[in-house]
């Protein structure tokens, strides 16, 4: 999988006898102060949700039951990545839409975000996003060569 400013990351675990425990500290498991948490459960068969991008949150979604898809898309690329396990972190940065759908009755997915709730960071019409992510990513890319 390659998308700008999206990442799969393995999270460690604990596990024994007594069972699992996984621990994330912030920019250590994941690479942002967390400032907010928040959890999405309960949604019905059909329903997709997102349809936004943030203009500079970092999160990192973790399916901690069940399992839900998730399309992440830039101008210049996307993907769709199935999250079945608690060990898995998707971390999305700034400027990448996202929609999350097909969670199963059980799923419940929990955010670490790296600021609070800002109406105004998000992006929620496509033809906006993709002008603005277009500039964004070229002047990335000016800057990475
Ligand atoms: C994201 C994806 C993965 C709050 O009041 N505080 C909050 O911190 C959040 C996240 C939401 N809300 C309110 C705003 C709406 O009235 O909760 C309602 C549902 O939020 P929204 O429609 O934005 O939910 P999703 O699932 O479309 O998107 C959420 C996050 O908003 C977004 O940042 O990346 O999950």
Redesign the pocket.
Known sequence: MYVENVQLIDLSMHSDFYGSLIAIEELQDIPFNIK?V?Y?FDVGKDIR??F?S?RN?Q?A?ICLHGSVKILVKTPYSKDNILLTSPQKALLIGPMVW?E?YDFSPDAVLL?LASDH?IPDDYICDYTVYAQEAKAYFDTQKDISI
């Open positions: 907010r928040y999405i949700r997102g936004h943030h949150l999160q979604l996202r999350m955010v709730f």
